[in-house]
C-alpha cells in the first residue's frame, strides 16, 4: 500500500492509502488543512488535539447540512416524480383524444413548469 505524508496545520503526517488514492488523499488532507487553519485562528492557544476536534465538529456540521439538503432534494424529486405521473396520464389521455383544448394548453403549461423545476432541482443537486 503507498504511504505518503499530508501537510496539516504546518505539520507533516505519513498516511497509508489503497493503491490508485494517493491524489484524492491529498485533497482530502488539503481540505482538512483549511478548515484546520481556519479553526485555528479563531481558537488561539488550543492545543493540536483541541484543533482537530474543533475540525472534526466543523466537517461534521456540513455533512449534517448536506445530508438535510439531500433529504429536501429526494422528497422534491418524489413530489416531482408524482406529478409527471399525473401529466403522463394526462399526455396519454390527449394522445387518446379525450382531452378538451382548455386541458391541452393546461397540461402544457404544467409540463413547462414541471422542466423548470427538475432544472432548478438538478442545478442544485450539481452545485450540492
Same mark, same amino acid.
Given at each position: 500500500?503507498?504511504?505518503?505524508?499530508? &501537510?496539516?496545520? =504546518?505539520? *507533516?503526517?505519513?498516511?497509508?492509502?489503497? $493503491? =490508485?488514492?494517493? +491524489?484524492?488523499? !491529498?485533497?482530502?488532507?488539503?481540505?482538512?488543512?483549511?478548515?484546520? #487553519?481556519?479553526?485555528?485562528?479563531?481558537?488561539?492557544?488550543? *492545543?493540536?488535539?483541541?484543533?482537530?476536534?474543533?475540525? =472534526?465538529?466543523?466537517?461534521?456540521?456540513?455533512?449534517?447540512?448536506? /445530508?438535510? @439538503? *439531500? @433529504?429536501? !432534494? #429526494? =422528497?422534491?424529486?418524489?413530489? !416531482? @416524480? +408524482?406529478? !409527471?405521473? $399525473?401529466?403522463? &396520464?394526462?399526455?396519454?389521455?390527449?394522445?387518446?383524444?379525450?382531452?378538451?383544448? /382548455?386541458? $391541452? +394548453?393546461?397540461? +402544457?403549461?404544467?409540463? @413547462?413548469?414541471? *422542466?423548470? #423545476?427538475? /432544472?432548478?432541482?438538478?442545478?442544485?443537486? #450539481? &452545485?450540492?
Amino acid at each position: 500500500m503507498p504511504k505518503i505524508d499530508v &501537510s496539516l496545520a =504546518g505539520r *507533516t503526517y505519513p498516511v497509508v492509502c489503497g $493503491e =490508485g488514492e494517493q +491524489a484524492h488523499v !491529498l485533497e482530502l488532507a488539503a481540505g482538512l488543512d483549511t478548515i484546520l #487553519r481556519r479553526v485555528a485562528q479563531g481558537a488561539q492557544g488550543a *492545543t493540536d488535539a483541541q484543533l482537530l476536534v474543533l475540525a =472534526g465538529l466543523t466537517m461534521a456540521d456540513k455533512v449534517y447540512d448536506l /445530508e438535510g @439538503e *439531500t @433529504e429536501t !432534494l #429526494r =422528497g422534491d424529486v418524489r413530489a !416531482l @416524480e +408524482a406529478h !409527471l405521473a $399525473e401529466m403522463r &396520464s394526462q399526455m396519454d389521455a390527449l394522445k387518446a383524444g379525450t382531452v378538451t383544448p /382548455e386541458e $391541452e +394548453a393546461e397540461v +402544457a403549461a404544467a409540463v @413547462e413548469h414541471l *422542466t423548470a #423545476r427538475v /432544472e432548478a432541482i438538478a442545478a442544485r443537486v #450539481r &452545485s450540492a
